[in-house]
């Protein structure tokens, strides 16, 4: 099993940054891709962004330009950081870990969030 645990979250005026971190802890071999999903009240959870072991990386249209993902696979840790926050960015992130398994398939896994607020 895989447990991830993410971190700063918090509130911040629009214009503002904000980097969170998400750990992975436990079985953790063979992440093959990690990154960040976002609900907010009323909608449906949804992806923000994604990178693979190998480095290749992918974005939703509206933080493209204003947040970047990183990880690092020695630590099994992907972080993302958020820059010109604007209060539509409000939300709680989740982390998101896919560990394969080949033929055997796939297991997905979620953290239990952490909660970003952007307003003056």
């Known amino acids: 099993q895989v447990q991830l645990v993410e971190s700063g979250g918090g509130l911040v005026q629009p214009g503002g940054s904000l980097r969170l971190s998400c750990a992975a802890s436990?079985?953790?071999?063979?992440?093959?891709?990690m990154g960040w999903y976002r609900q907010a009240p009323g909608k449906e959870r949804a992806l923000v962004a994604i990178?693979?072991?190998?480095?290749?990386?992918d974005y939703v249209d509206s933080v493209k330009g204003r947040f970047t993902i990183s990880r690092d696979n020695a630590k099994n840790t992907v972080y993302l950081q958020m820059n010109s926050l604007k209060p539509e960015d409000t939300a709680v992130y989740y982390c998101?870990?896919?560990?394969?398994?080949?033929?055997?398939?796939?297991?997905?896994?979620w953290g239990k969030g952490t909660l970003v607020t952007v307003s003056s």
């Open positions: 998101n870990a896919i560990q394969s398994f080949g033929e055997d398939g796939d297991r997905n896994y």
């Open positions: 436990g079985s953790s071999f063979r992440l093959n891709a």
């Open positions: 990178i693979t072991s190998g480095g290749s990386i």
